[in-house]
């Protein structure tokens, strides 16, 4: 990768001209990782920080995941809060990402086809599933901006969870486009078809 400097620049919220190209300057590797930005059509995006009951509520949904995968046998790992790399101006901070075996090793060559360490390396290819927490006053961000925007990047589940009003939608991509799988609230249960044998029952997410 050609190194980018623009340690010339300010790094403030709301400049243009970013893009996958500046993590080679270290300066602005640093200022990114000390915050929660993302890159929205090349312009610099503070994000607001999570909040301690939707963080609380993603993590309780991950692990009841997590658990049915290790009990069934089935390979893949969540991360939380991650960068995502859909287009080189395009970059976001992903709540939750779930990857396959697969999805890791195609992570791993796609950074070091760009000689960056696989271990520091920001996710450059479609996680299978990527879940994102409703923010106060960003809802459109999540249901609309991003619901595209994956879509456009090929991930091919994408799970929007509202711990406001309490609801969980899994969305499958169907073409170019999601179509919902499956969805539920309050006190009723879902069963992704991504998760083969999974009963998430929401009053174990809200609890």
Known sequence: MADVITSSRPFEPGTTGWSAANFADPRFA?????????????????????????????????????????????????????????????????????????????????????????????????PTLIIESISKGHELHDRRTKRQWYAEGWIPNYWILDVYQRTLECLVLDGAVYRVDQSGSAATSVRPRLFPGLEVKLTDVWD
């Open 30 to 126: 640093h200022e990114w990782d000390e915050g929660r930005y993302e890159i929205v059509e090349g312009v610099l995006t503070k994000m607001p920080p999570p909040v301690y009951f939707g963080n609380k509520r993603l993590l309780k949904l991950i692990e009841i995941i997590s658990r049915h995968l290790e009990d069934s046998g089935q390979a893949g790992s969540f991360a939380p809060d991650v960068d995502v790399i859909l287009q080189e101006s395009r970059i976001v901070r992903a709540d939750a990402v779930f990857l396959t075996p697969e999805d890791e090793r195609r992570h791993c060559e796609a950074n070091a086809a760009l000689g960056i360490d696989e271990e520091l390396g920001r996710l450059r290819v479609p």
